[in-house]
């Protein structure tokens, strides 16, 4: 009897679940294909980690072929899914064409940096979704506070020294909270009592508090430490226009700037939306197997589907990384049992809590809904980073303590430029190479 064939699409939470439980249930009975177009996982809750330089990028990258050896991981961008035809045409590294066959197909695509029309904003704001967009930032702030030093007049070097964010959900005010915390100690470096401009960051939201989306009281401790750091927190308010040297608040402020941190949140993968297949708000729409209706075959999980959310009848499960890790699993377990293993299962998941890292010592966290803040916080969210994390976790453990006791390394590498992570791309974890094709959103 020949083998099925199984294709997940996307390795980050969703994907890389989902391809590691079927390669346990299913062993010998079914070939597991992995197409992404990295060869490594990225675990993006500890991005701003990396921007901020207490991360080596390699850090918070896991090995596909090192943690999933019975998988085939095929490097590439999904283009298209041949959903009669049951192939899933694709786009490799070097521009090469393929194409792959399934009985079982998983969507697991993730998602981008969601864009607002405003003027200016994908021509000078940044995004930050992918490994290119963290090294890119890493540098940019290294350069900016190197740059201030030297400036001949006080506007520039003000202007150099003056960071701002505009969302402040976890990854906006992450940013905002290590950013602060980084230019900090590279302006101390600098002798500032000679420069005489301490640098400035500033964090733009247009909700009313601080980490929206978030129970209270994580807003009151995040907004707090921002505080004490000296961030700018500003809420109720928009950006209205970027440009190449500002950054014009709807409040009427025009904040002299190079820096724009572009953090409002995400949006589902546009590729979902040409498989045509229902959408909801851009998301795959999928019962509550994970299953698109219609196509027993197909299955969709993590940022990309829209998953009823049966604790919340009539709502569908956010977008976070503990809900797209655990339904890649159901997702993994509901396809082997499509094959013959096991039973479906619907996906069910009580929130367990969330973890802001605020650097420093200091986070804000609910674990189970008790409310932390301080040192016991930093500590709980360092051990669930290190917990959730499918590998590479002495690496991380070890830059921590290097952090705690030498300073951060301030060298600017120059290997992502600017114009190398646009702001509207469909591919934040691929930088942009001149003269290659790039398929955009
Ligand atoms: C900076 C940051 C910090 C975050 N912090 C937290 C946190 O602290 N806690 C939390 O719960 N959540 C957090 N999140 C959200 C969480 O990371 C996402 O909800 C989670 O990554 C979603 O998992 P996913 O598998 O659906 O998508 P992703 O993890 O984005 O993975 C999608 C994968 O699909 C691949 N892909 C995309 N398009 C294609 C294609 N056409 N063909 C093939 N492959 C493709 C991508 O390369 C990627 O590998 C954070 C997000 C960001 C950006």
């Not at 820096?259 to 297949?277: A, Y």
């Not at 159901?330 to 929130?351: E, F, I, K, M």
């Amino acid at each position: 009897m020949s083998r099925s064939r199984v294709v997940v699409v996307g390795a980050g939470f969703a994907g890389f679940q989902a391809a590691r439980t079927l390669s346990r249930n299913l062993r010998d009975k079914a070939e597991v294909i992995l197409l992404n177009p990295t060869d490594y996982f990225l675990y993006l809750p500890l991005l701003p980690q990396v921007a901020a330089g207490i991360l080596e990028p390699r850090r918070v990258t896991v090995s596909l072929p090192g943690a999933l050896p019975r998988v085939r991981l095929v490097l590439g961008q999904a283009t298209e899914v041949d959903l009669a035809g049951r192939q899933v045409h694709y786009e490799g590294p070097e521009g090469d064409a393929g194409r792959l066959e399934y009985d079982r197909l998983v969507l697991a695509v993730g998602s981008v940096n969601k864009l607002l029309p405003v003027p200016g904003i994908t021509e000078h704001a940044h995004g930050f979704r992918g490994l290119p967009e963290a090294l890119y930032l890493r540098d940019h702030l290294t350069r900016q506070m190197e740059l201030s030093a030297s400036a001949d007049s006080a506007e520039e070097r003000t202007a150099r020294r003056t960071f701002v964010v505009v969302g402040a959900g976890y990854t906006g005010t992450e940013v905002a909270a290590q950013g602060a915390l980084f230019t900090r100690a590279l302006a101390d470096r600098q002798r500032v009592g000679h420069i005489g401009v301490r640098p400035r960051w500033i964090l733009v939201d247009i909700a009313d508090r601080v980490l929206p989306e978030l129970d209270r009281r994580l807003s009151d401790t995040a907004d707090r430490v921002l505080r004490e750091r000296g961030v700018e927190v500003r809420t109720n308010t928009s950006v209205k226009e970027a440009t190449a040297t500002g950054a014009l608040l709807d409040d009427g402020d025009d904040i002299a700037t190079r820096t724009l941190v572009w953090c409002v949140g995400v949006r589902p993968d546009p590729f979902v939306s040409e498989v045509g297949l229902p959408v909801e708000r851009g998301r795959l729409v999928v019962d509550s197997r994970l299953t698109v209706p219609g196509h027993p075959e197909v299955f969709a999980c993590g940022d990309a589907a829209a998953v009823p959310d049966v604790t919340r009848p009539g709502e569908y499960t956010p977008m976070t990384a503990q809900h797209a890790s655990r339904q890649g699993r159901t997702a993994g377990h509901n396809v082997a049992a499509s094959l013959g293993r096991g039973v479906p299962q619907a996906y069910v998941h009580h929130d367990l809590g969330f973890a802001v890292d605020l650097g420093g010592v200091k986070a804000a966290a609910n674990p189970l809904g008790v409310a932390l803040s301080g040192p016991i916080a930093g500590a709980v969210t360092r051990g669930y980073h290190l917990a959730a994390m499918p590998g590479n976790r002495v690496r991380v453990a070890a830059d921590w303590l290097l952090d705690a006791v030498l300073p951060r390394q301030a060298v600017q590498l120059g290997l992502v430029r600017s114009g190398s992570v646009p702001l509207d791309t469909a591919s934040p974890e691929l930088a942009r190479v001149p003269g290659v094709p790039f398929k955009e959103s």
